[in-house]
C-alpha cells in the first residue's frame, strides 16, 4: 500500500478538491478545474474520502468499469490515468496522482482537499481552523448528487459515513482536550459546529461493525465449540462499547450464508467494517486469526494471529477482546475505553452448551430445534446455575419458542421467560434484554405500562442491542405511539438490517403515520428477506390497490407449513383446502368487497369458535386487518400472548376498515381492560387519540 504524506498541504500547492457539496476541483487561484474524463473525475473523488490511504487497481476496476472483463477494465483504467495526467499538465497542476503497478493514490504535498485541511486541523488540534472549516461546509452533504452504478453507490455510502463518524469523533475529542485545556470559548464554537453538521442522531455517532462467524478447522475431532466462543465474546465486548454500532445476529448469519463476497457482506448489513477469522484445532494447539476489514473495499486493514492450548483460550478470552478493540481505535481513530468485562461461566461445558443452545434459538421454527434449545441451555444452568447469560437466553427461546412454534402453552412459556430474565437481572443487572423479555410477559397480563417502563430501562442499560431497541420500539407501536416508536425500529432496522421480521414492523410503522411509499418499500423488503408478506398486501389493498393486494396474499399460501406453520392442534391442509382458504382470506382482506369481507368475517368467527387456540393470530391478525372491531375486542380481551400482542401495532392508522376498530363505541372500555389506559395515562396518549375522548 502507497503511504501517503499527513502533513496539512501548503497554501501554494497546484488543486484543490471540494468534496462537501457538489464535487468541484479548483487551481490555486480558486478557478474551476474542468476534467472531461467522467471516470477521471469519480477516481478522484474517491482518492479524496481516503486521502492517507491508496486504492488497488482491482477495486477501482470493479467501481468504474463493473460491465467489462478484467482485462478491458485494466486496459480502461490504464487510459484513464493518463488522460488525468495530460489533463492536469496541460493545467499546469502537477500530477496530483501517485501511480503504482498495484495502486493509485494522491499525493497530498502538490495536492488538498477540504476534507484533508478539516481532519489535519483536528488532529493537529486547531481547533479554531477545525470550526472555521466546520461552519464553511455546515449541512453540506458528502460529495451530493454523486452516483454511478449500484457497486459505486455502495462503496461511496460506507465511505461517507466513515468519513462522518472520523469527523465527529475527532471533533469531539478536541472539543475534550479544549476544555481541559481552560480554552472555553474556541471549543464552544468548535462544539457548535459541530451539533449543527452532526446534530445529535445516533447513527453517525456509531462506527459500524459487523462480527462474521468464524471459519472452524478441526484435525483432533470430537466436541469444538471455540470458534463460535471467539464470535460470542467478540459480540459481547463491542456491543457494550459507545460509539459503536454491532449488527445484529440474526442478519450476520442470515447474510453470510449467502456465499456473497466481504463488500457485498457489509454493503447488506450496511456496515463499515467486518471481523472475520478462522480457528484451527492441531493435537499441538490451537490458532485463532483475527481481520479487521475495511467493508468498502474488503482490503484487511488489521489482523492478529494467536495461538495456545484451549485452557488458554477459555481463561483468556478478554486478550482476544482487547486485541480487537485496540486495533479498531488505532485503525479508525477512536477514543475507545475498554469494555467492561463479562460475567462469565467457569465451567467450559457449560459454555459449550450455551453457545449450541442460543445457536439453536433463532432456528426454532425447525423440527426438534425448538426443544433442543431449551434442553441445552437448561443442562448449561444444571452445571453453572448463576450464569447470567445463559438464563437470558434461556428467556429469549421460550419467548421465541411461543411465538414461532405451534403450541397450546404460550402464556406458561411466556412466564418461564419472565422467571428467567428476572433471574438473569437478579446475577447481573447489565442483562438490559432480559428486562426486555420480561415486558413482554407484561403485556400478558394486562400491564402495558409496567411493560414500556422495563422496555425503556432495558435500553437505557443496553443501548446498543437491536432487539432491545426494538422491544421498545414494538411495545410503542402498541399502545398507538407510533411517533415515539419510529426511531428506536430505525435503530433497529440499522442494527439487523437482514431480518425480516424488523421490516414488518418499520412497513406498519410507516403505514401509521401516512407514509405510504415508505411502507410499500419496507414491506416488500420483507417479502424479499422471506417473511410473509401479508402485512404488503394489507398495505397495497389501503393504498388502493385491491387487485395487485389480493394476489400478494394469496401467494402466501406457498408458505404454509414452513414459514407459515398451521395453528396448534390443527393438522396441515391439503393443497386443495390450503388453495380455498387462502383464496377466501385473500379477496376478504383486499379487495375492498363488502360481500367478501363479511364472509371472511363469519370464517373467522367460526375458525374463534371451533379452534383449539381461539386467540391464533391467524384469527386475530386479519380480524384486525379487516376492522372486525367485536371479534378483535373479544380475542384480546379472553388472552394476550407472545404470538398475537404483535397484531397490536396495526390497530393504530386512520384508514377504513381498521379505523373502525379504534372508532367503535366500545373501543375504550376494551382499552381500560387491557390496561391501555393506564398505560396512555404514564406515557403519552396515542398519535391517532391525542386525549382521551370521554374526557371531552
Keep these: 500500500m502507497v503511504q501517503i504524506r499527513s502533513d496539512l498541504a501548503r497554501p501554494g500547492t497546484a488543486a484543490l478538491a471540494r468534496i462537501f457539496g457538489t464535487f468541484r476541483l479548483e487551481t490555486s487561484d480558486g478557478a474551476a478545474l474542468l ?121 461511496l455510502a460506507l465511505k461517507r459515513r466513515e468519513v462522518d463518524v472520523r469527523i465527529r469523533q475527532a471533533s469531539a475529542r478536541l472539543v475534550g482536550e479544549g476544555r481541559a ?167 467450559r461445558e457449560a459454555y459449550a452448551l450455551y453457545l449450541q443452545g442460543r445457536s439453536l434459538v433463532r432456528r426454532s421454527i425447525t423440527d426438534g430445534a425448538a426443544a433442543k434449545s431449551v434442553e441445552l441451555l437448561e443442562q448449561a444452568l444444571g452445571i453453572d446455575p448463576d450464569f447470567a447469560e445463559c438464563w437470558t437466553a434461556l428467556a429469549d427461546a421460550h419467548v421465541h419458542n411461543a411465538v414461532y412454534t405451534p403450541c397450546l402453552d404460550r402464556v406458561e412459556r411466556s412466564r418461564k421467560a419472565a422467571e428467567c ?100 418499500a419496507a414491506g416488500q423488503r420483507t417479502v424479499d428477506l422471506g417473511m410473509p408478506g401479508m402485512w404488503l398486501a394489507v398495505f397495497e389493498a389501503m393504498h388502493g390497490q385491491h387487485e395487485k393486494a ?24 391439503s393443497d386443495a383446502v390450503r388453495d380455498a382458504y387462502w383464496g377466501i382470506a385473500a379477496k376478504g382482506v383486499c379487495s375492498g368487497d363488502a360481500g367478501a369481507r363479511a364472509a371472511y368475517c363469519a370464517m373467522l368467527d367460526g375458525l374463534h369458535a371451533t379452534m383449539p387456540d381461539p386467540c391464533d393470530p391467524s384469527i386475530a391478525f386479519p380480524a384486525i386487518w379487516m376492522g372486525h372491531a367485536d371479534l378483535v375486542m373479544t380475542i384480546y380481551r379472553k388472552c394476550i400472548h407472545p404470538a398475537n400482542m404483535f397484531g397490536l401495532m396495526s390497530l393504530w392508522t386512520d384508514v377504513d376498515p381498521i379505523r373502525r376498530i379504534w372508532q367503535h363505541e366500545g373501543f375504550m372500555t376494551f382499552a381500560e381492560d387491557l390496561g391501555l389506559v393506564e398505560a396512555w395515562n404514564r406515557h403519552g396518549w396515542p398519535d391517532l387519540m391525542p386525549a382521551d375522548p370521554r374526557g371531552a
Design 35 to 155: 476534467l472531461s474524463n467522467r471516470r477521471g473525475v469519480l477516481l478522484i473523488a474517491l482518492l479524496c474520502l481516503q486521502p492517507e490511504r491508496s486504492l488497488d487497481r482491482e477495486t477501482l476496476c470493479r467501481l468504474l468499469w463493473p460491465d467489462r472483463f478484467p482485462a478491458q477494465a485494466k486496459a480502461s483504467l490504464r487510459q484513464c490515468l493518463l488522460d488525468l495526467r495530460r489533463q492536469f499538465e496541460s493545467e499546469a497542476c502537477g500530477n496530483p496522482l501517485i501511480v503504482t503497478r498495484a495502486a493509485v493514490a494522491l499525493d497530498r504535498g502538490s495536492f488538498r482537499s477540504d476534507l484533508c485541511n478539516l481532519e489535519a486541523a483536528l488532529e493537529q488540534g486547531d481547533a479554531q481552523a477545525a470550526a472555521e472549516i466546520l461552519e464553511g461546509i455546515a449541512t453540506l452533504p458528502i460529495l451530493q448528487g454523486m452516483s454511478f452504478n449500484p457497486a459505486f453507490d455502495g462503496w
Design 181 to 347: 485545556g481552560q480554552d472555553p470559548e474556541t471549543c464552544v464554537r468548535l462544539s457548535a459546529a459541530a451539533q449543527v453538521r452532526y446534530p445529535g442522531t445516533r447513527g453517525l455517532s456509531d462506527v459500524a461493525l459487523a462480527v462474521l462467524p468464524f471459519d472452524q478447522i478441526d484435525q483432533v475431532g470430537g466436541e469444538f465449540f471455540l470458534a463460535e466462543g471467539v464470535t460470542d465474546e467478540l459480540v459481547s465486548r463491542l456491543g457494550k462499547l459507545e460509539g459503536i454500532m454491532l449488527a445484529g445476529r440474526t442478519s450476520v448469519l442470515a447474510v453470510a450464508a449467502r456465499g456473497q463476497t466481504l463488500t457485498e457482506m457489509a454493503s447488506g448489513l450496511r456496515v463499515t467494517h467486518l471481523i472475520e477469522g478462522e480457528v484451527r484445532r492441531t493435537p499441538e494447539m490451537i490458532t485463532v486469526r483475527i481481520a479487521l476489514i475495511e467493508g468498502a473495499t474488503g482490503a484487511e486493514v488489521w489482523a492478529d494471529r494467536i495461538e495456545g492450548s484451549i485452557d488458554d483460550f477459555f481463561e483468556s478470552r478478554k486478550v482476544i477482546g482487547n486485541n480487537v478493540i485496540a486495533a479498531i481505535g488505532r485503525v479508525l481513530g477512536l477514543p475507545l475505553s475498554p469494555a467492561p468485562m463479562r460475567r462469565m461461566t467457569a465451567s
Design 421 to 520: 430474565a428476572k433471574r438473569a437481572v437478579a446475577l447481573d443487572p447489565g442483562q438490559g434484554h432480559a428486562l426486555a423479555i420480561q415486558g413482554i410477559h407484561e403485556w400478558t397480563r394486562r400491564n402495558p405500562a409496567g411493560a414500556l417502563e422495563l422496555a425503556y430501562e432495558a435500553f437505557a442499560r443496553e443501548p446498543q442491542n437491536a432487539d432491545v431497541a426494538l422491544r421498545l420500539g414494538s411495545f410503542l407501536l402498541y399502545i398507538g405511539r407510533t411517533r415515539d416508536a419510529l426511531p428506536f425500529i430505525q435503530a433497529g432496522v440499522e442494527q439487523d438490517p437482514a431480518y425480516g421480521r424488523n421490516y414488518a414492523m418499520l412497513a406498519t410503522a410507516h403505514f401509521n403515520l401516512g407514509q405510504i411509499e415508505a411502507a410499500l
Design 550 to 573: 389480493a394476489t400478494t396474499y394469496y401467494a402466501q399460501r406457498m408458505l404454509m407449513n414452513t414459514v407459515i406453520l398451521p395453528p396448534a392442534g390443527t393438522a396441515p391442509m
